[in-house]
């Protein structure tokens, strides 16, 4: 390892960055919350209940990746190595019970694919799963998940899966529908997973990880109060007696925090009353629960004999836990969210979770309201729904400039479409986003934006996002042009930044033409690195170098800079100026025309040797006919463009990454000039 490198790497970091790694080590390594065994074991007679309304394997598919998988041995932890209940339940896929689909490795060597399968998102759109396999994975998971230190306990994953737990929880004839055995023990997981998160919180990564941290503390804190304020249909949520008043207090659930390791908590709370095996539940409850969840809120249901709380409600405790996640949310809001409405990671992609994120957050507060919670609960939630609602307004208008025509947001830096993400060329591809769904469902208060509408047409706009450092260009029917004209952000958390400074990327009537490659892998280095490098953006380079001094998967030691920016939204006309780290100096000039874009590139200091290049990659759905020496037609469906460059270029084969996984082939053109020549090139496009 270079010394030098890592000097660099170091000295932007925050403090807590460098010392909160281990104490975050020690945290998940040695510190317990005492999660009673009780909990799985409930599950386990629960699991047994629903087994026989449910199908005999499941489907997954993430990034790009397919498993299919027996439903007595769903991979959520495929590396454990211990259980607290009875074996045969969840056990670890035997040789013949696992099908992979797709070229690659096991999907279970991807991290990624794993953390994907362990966050719930799958819950969301319904209707993937009955709402018993609903009911069913949830109780799976956790009978076969007791071991807190485990990768499915990770802070982040637990994370994503407190807010898709309590969003399941709260949709009507689903989570809503639960009989008060089910719904008593996911909210009682929920309050574990929660007293497990503040352990956990990732100051040492700050950014989206942090701030999906303390949003997830907010959700599941609102959610046991708002259940537990009064007796429900359902019950009342278990509600252990050892919570903490102040989250920090005993070294237990702050960061960071001192003193001696806490002694394991074993409330008496989750002790089963009865256990009842799978041979005994009534055929006629069995059928209720085919089509939706298992048994009935009057009646119990199936599990509710197998896990009943009497615990007297400690609210009090859970108001303190709620002011410190709301402070903490707040804080980091004012520092992600740019005053131009971006998120300072600058992705696209990271922009829109953290813009669904809050916005669950926002219906969580709305729907809280609403229940009978602690007077000291309200002046918290007021002051949460103060402060998210002009964010998420400026958040989406961030993310409508960022969208293509086509309803999809541009691939800068870590960003992939969900799939799929491209769609025939024959015609634009319905919006990829996920549609915000308010928590509950029916809450019609909740602001909702939407994108762009899908199709030719769309808002004409000029502009710079100077925080976020993007210059947007819609006009006519259904063109647009993003320029990257940024720098790494944040300098102290960088790792999902790429190479793209004066890349971009352009729509033409509706359809992608000139993209981005994408992120193909976390998993992979090659791939990984590859995507990360500036040879994989549409930029000016010297060929064999770097903007910046990218290393092992989400490291950057010295950087580039963005030296100038000019912007003239009159002549439509934008000029940036370049240093990448090792003291080539680049700058760029876009002019667009009503059907035309053309580019300019000069190398106006040189300290690398290689070729002067500009490179652009086209839409795998672009086909590439060279016409002339320094001419080609570019043909997408029925639309067609010219291509002409003042300098000899060549097509290449290459991959592009709309999505996680193997990714698709598509045509780089390379221009190449010299040192002292200045590069210059056009798109041309018929009305």
């Known amino acids: 390892m270079s010394l030098v490198r890592l000097f660099h790497t170091l000295r932007v970091l925050r403090p807590v960055q460098i010392w ?22 409930a599950a386990r007679a629960c699991r047994q209940a629903l087994l026989g309304t449910v199908r005999p394997e499941f489907g997954w598919r993430f990034i790009g990746r397919s498993l299919t998988t027996p439903v007595h041995s769903i991979p959520w932890d495929p590396d454990r190595a ?49 709402g018993a396999e609903e009911a069913f994975l949830i109780v799976d998971w956790l009978a076969a998940n007791d071991d807190e230190h485990a990768e499915p306990w990770e802070p982040y994953v637990v994370s994503r899966r407190i807010r898709n737990w309590v969003r399941w929880r709260n949709c009507p004839n689903r989570g809503r529908a639960a009989d008060r055995g089910l719904a008593g023990l996911i909210d009682a997981a929920v309050y574990y997973h929660l007293k497990r998160l503040w352990l956990d919180l990732e100051h040492h990564l700050q950014a989206n990880h942090l701030l999906e941290n303390y949003a997830a503390l907010v959700v599941g804190t609102c959610h046991l109060l708002s259940v537990g304020g009064a007796t429900t249909a359902w019950g009342r949520t278990p509600g252990p007696s050892d919570l903490p008043a102040d989250p920090r207090s005993s070294g237990e659930a702050g960061f960071p925090a001192g003193g001696p390791l806490p002694s394991p908590a074993r409330p008496s709370a989750l002790a089963p009353t009865a256990t009842r095996p799978a041979a005994t539940t009534s055929a006629g409850q069995l059928a209720r629960s085919r089509d939706g969840v298992a048994g009935s809120p009057e009646s119990g249901g199936i599990c509710g004999k197998v896990f009943d709380n009497r615990q007297p409600r400690r ?36 922009h829109l979770d953290m813009l669904t994120t809050l916005r669950q957050v926002q219906a969580t507060v709305l729907a809280t309201r609403q229940a009978q919670v602690p007077g000291g609960v309200l002046p918290v939630l007021d002051r949460v729904q103060a402060a998210l609602l002009p964010v998420i307004g400026d958040m989406q208008d961030w993310l409508d400039l960022l969208t293509h025509p086509d309803g999809g947001f541009a691939q800068f830096h870590d960003s992939a479409l969900p799939e799929p993400a491209f769609a025939p060329m024959s015609a634009p591809h319905p919006d990829p986003r996920p549609e915000p769904v308010p928590l509950p469902e029916s809450s019609p208060s909740l602001p909702r934006g939407h994108p762009p509408s899908p199709g030719p047409i769309s808002f004409p706009c000029d502009r710079w996002l100077r925080e976020s450092g993007y210059v947007v260009r819609r006009w006519e029917t259904g063109n647009y042009l993003a320029i990257d004209v940024g720098i ?99 700058r760029r ?54 291509f002409s460059a003042t300098v000899p270029w060549e097509a290449r084969g290459t991959r592009v990454y709309p999505t996680f996984g193997d990714g698709c082939p598509a045509t780089a053109i390379r221009c190449q000039g010299t040192h002292h020549e200045v590069i210059r090139y056009a798109i041309t496009w018929n009305p």
């Open 20 to 41: 909160g790694r281990p104490w975050h080590w020690l945290h998940r390594r040695f510190w317990s919350i005492g999660y009673p065994a009780a909990l799985p074991r």
């Open 82 to 130: 211990r259980r607290l209940v009875p074996a045969g339940l969840a056990d670890r896929p035997a040789a013949g019970g696992t099908h992979a689909v797709g070229p690659g490795a096991n999907p279970l060597q991807d991290k990624l694919w794993r953390y994907s399968l362990n966050y719930f998102d799958f819950l969301f759109p319904p209707g993937r799963f009955t």
């Open 315 to 350: 609210p009090d405790r859970l108001v303190a836990w709620l002011e410190e996640a709301a402070a903490g949310l707040l804080g980091q809001v004012a520092e992600q969210v740019l005053p131009d409405g971006g998120h300072y990671e600058r992705s696209p992609m990271y």
């Open 488 to 586: 790494p952000s944040p300098p102290h958390q960088c790792g999902h930044s790429h190479g793209s400074a004066l890349s971009y990327e352009l729509s033409v009537a509706g359809r992608r033409v000139v993209v981005d490659t994408g992120v193909g892998s976390y998993h992979d280095p090659a791939v990984r690195q590859a995507c990360r490098g500036t040879a994989a953006h549409n930029v000016p380079l010297v060929e064999g170098t770097d903007q910046g001094e990218f290393w092992g998967g989400f490291r950057l030691g010295r950087r580039w800079r963005i030296v100038a920016v000019d912007h003239d939204p009159v002549r439509h006309r934008v000029a940036a100026t370049l240093r990448d780290w090792l003291g080539n100096r680049y």
């Open 589 to 642: 000039t876009v002019t667009t025309g009503e059907h035309r874009l053309e580019v300019e590139d000069t190398l106006e200091a040189a300290v690398s040797r290689g070729a002067f290049l500009s490179l652009l990659h086209l839409h795998p759905a672009v086909a590439l006919t060279r016409t002339g020496p320094q001419t080609a037609r570019l043909a997408a469906g029925p639309l067609e463009l010219q």
